[in-house]
């Protein structure tokens, strides 16, 4: 188990954005990939209200479905929590746009609410900075959703170390996470780890999978690409899992500060990902993996 906050959650949790973009599954596997990643012990499933495709789908589609697969549920569903994130948008062509204007923001969180079916989200994440809006003004509209109870617990996602502290200044202790890319294949967030390190924030890495989902499952040709992805693939044979476990394991050892949040749309890989949380890496295969 790792914290968000207060909240005890699984180690790994549920990127849910795969269930309901372009090229989702069907409503059947999408409901029972969530049911089999929470009967593998994941409490923690991440989405947003603009996780939906961009033709054919509708704001709110990934919160929609994950609140369907949890009412269908049929064991417990109190130690779940449910993170989303507003301030993005999608285009027909498949783009991504940001929002940062407060009084939106107010208005996606109160939607997003509706949506899951909540009186209060457990976490809600600022998605990105907008650039055309200054930063604090965007973070005011979670503070304004935390006072007003709208919110239990706020995020901020794909940030740097300034935008982290100046998260902190306004939001406090309710401020409780980070969510950035970080994986074997991009570290460029290890500045942000230690700072969530030091301030006791959970960080919670969006495609901690990156470049080992990639690499050949025969680990040779990865090897060729990158050593850091033979590597994972060899001690992946040596402990006869999949490279994708080890590299959650990897990332779990590296902070215990890190709850990564890989995406899943089968079965199968949500409870492969979850059982890295019962991958404990030894020193050899650490140093082996690199820092």
Not at 75 to 92: E, F, I, Q, W
Not at 222 to 227: L, R, V
Request: hydrophobic residues 45%; charged residues 25%.
């Amino acid at each position: 188990m790792r914290y968000v906050g207060d909240v005890a959650v699984g180690a790994v949790g549920l990127g849910a954005m795969p269930l309901s973009i372009e090229g989702h599954p069907d409503e059947a596997r999408a409901v029972a990939t969530v049911h089999a990643a929470l009967d593998a012990g994941v409490t923690l499933i991440d989405t947003a209200d603009s996780y939906h495709a961009p033709t054919g789908g509708a704001p709110g589609d990934g919160e929609l479905l994950v609140a369907r697969a949890l009412a269908a549920y049929g064991g417990a569903r109190d130690r779940v929590l449910v993170a989303t994130k507003g301030g993005r948008g999608r285009t027909p062509d498949g783009g991504w746009t940001v929002d940062g204007d407060p009084a939106r923001l107010r208005r996606a969180a109160q939607a997003s609410a509706r949506r899951l079916g909540v009186e209060a989200i457990g976490l809600y994440q600022l998605h990105k900075p907008d650039p055309a809006v200054p930063y604090a003004e965007s973070l005011g509209a979670l503070r304004d959703l935390l006072d007003a109870g709208t919110v239990r617990m706020a995020g901020v996602s794909n940030v740097d170390v300034a935008q982290i502290r100046l998260a902190r200044e306004i939001l406090g202790d309710r401020l409780v996470s980070v969510q950035n890319r970080w994986s074997p294949a991009v570290r460029d967030s290890e500045p942000e780890l230690r700072l969530c390190a030091e301030l006791g924030l959970a960080f919670l890495p969006w495609s901690p999978l990156g470049g080992i989902s990639r690499s050949s499952l025969d680990g040779a040709s990865a090897q060729a690409a990158d050593p850091r992805f033979g590597a994972f693939h060899r001690v992946a044979r040596e402990r006869g899992v999949s490279p994708q476990r080890v590299a959650l394991a990897w990332a779990l050892a590296r902070s215990p500060v890190v709850v990564p949040i890989p995406g899943a749309s089968r079965p199968e890989t949500a409870r492969d990902s979850a059982a890295a949380a019962e991958l404990a890496l030894d020193g050899r295969e650490l140093e082996l993996l690199g820092p």
